[in-house]
């Protein structure tokens, strides 16, 4: 998400001239949120058992799943990004491949 948040304003200044208005309409929408998550996961006291930064989180990266796939130069490989998203609902199918502690 950091590489994400770090790439996707370059590149935006770089080729939001030349995509589609709809298009860029969604990417700035999708920078805008990997702002949001990012900008809460440094802030001081930021923590994965706090239920109100959780849900923060996950609220946010339902809405970039909504808004579709971010540009493909800065994401690289999809389905690796799917997987994320995917594990995203509260189901079991996200940790599928997580190791269990």
């Not at 589609?20 to 996961?41: G, H, M, N």
């Not at 440094?42 to 909504?66: C, H, L, W």
């Not at 796939?69 to 690289?76: K, Q, T």
Request: hydrophobic share 30%; aromatic share 6%.
């Amino acid at each position: 998400m950091k590489e994400l948040h770090d790439k996707f304003p370059a590149w935006l200044a770089e080729n939001g001239e030349k995509i589609p208005e709809a298009d860029r309409k969604r990417y700035e929408e999708q920078e805008s949120l990997v702002r949001e998550i990012v900008q809460r996961f440094e802030r001081p006291g930021y923590s994965d058992d706090n239920t109100a930064d959780r849900e923060f989180i996950v609220e946010r990266m339902q809405k970039m799943q909504a808004a579709g796939s971010p540009p493909a130069d800065l994401v690289g490989n999809m389905s690796a990004a799917q997987e994320a998203f995917g594990g995203l609902d509260g189901g079991d199918e996200g940790d599928a491949g997580c190791p269990q502690q």
